[in-house]
């Protein structure tokens, strides 16, 4: 994170930043990242209220310059899987100047994928203030471990699995991590399908 993201998202933490979208309940798990492709900055929250609200808030910036506004949407994270409601939890973001990518885990179910146009939808999407539009999505079952995503320049979005060592109380990637990518054409269509393989990782 960037020092100009850092600052961003250290503010987001006031509850004020998302009064657009009426928050009653607690803001937390902030995450920023620069568009240098189109020249926005990205922010979100994960948000959970009593009655088993929870949602991640995102935020797009009109330009380059934060102090010119932004559009606000709320992601629903409220999700019921194998007939449990879930809640999102440590979401995390990514970009690649097409769409944005969140993941997050949704409890014992699993890790829950995004996928969000920047201009698909009504009104222009997100990016143009318009509808939020998630255009494929998808679950890693929990015994698949807990994914990350980072956004390749190569036309793919690769989620990276991890593992948590309990007893060095951080996260550790494990030596031969699962990569998922998504095919961007497919995804943007709605066919896109989460993609399994290997690569080896250094171990730490």
């Given at each position: 994170m960037d020092e100009s993201c850092?600052?961003?998202a250290n503010g987001a933490i006031d509850l004020h930043f998302f009064s657009s979208l009426?928050?009653?309940g607690g803001l937390y798990d902030q995450r920023c990242v620069y568009?240098?492709?189109n020249q926005r900055y990205i922010v979100i929250m994960e948000y959970g209220a009593s009655g088993g609200v929870s949602a991640i808030d995102i935020a797009v910036s009109k330009d380059a310059n934060p102090n010119d506004g932004w559009y606000f949407a709320?992601?629903?994270?409220a999700l019921t899987i194998n007939n449990q409601l879930t809640?999102?939890?440590r979401p995390m973001l990514s970009v690649d100047g097409t769409n944005i990518y969140i993941t997050a885990t949704q409890g014992s179910a699993g890790t829950e994928c995004w996928v969000i146009g920047d201009t698909a939808g009504a009104g222009g999407g997100i990016y143009n203030g318009g509808t939020l539009t998630v255009t494929a999505n998808q679950l890693a079952p929990s015994r698949q471990g807990v994914f990350s995503v980072v956004a390749g320049n190569?036309?793919?979005?690769y989620y990276a699995l991890k593992t948590i060592m309990v007893t060095m109380i951080a996260w550790r990637i494990v030596g031969l991590a699962v990569v998922a990518g998504y095919d961007r054409e497919n995804a943007l269509s709605g066919r896109g399908e989460l993609v399994r393989v290997t690569v080896s990782v250094p171990p730490l």
């Open positions: 850092r600052r961003i009426s928050p009653t568009d240098p492709i709320s992601l629903n994270t809640a999102s939890d190569n036309g793919k979005t």
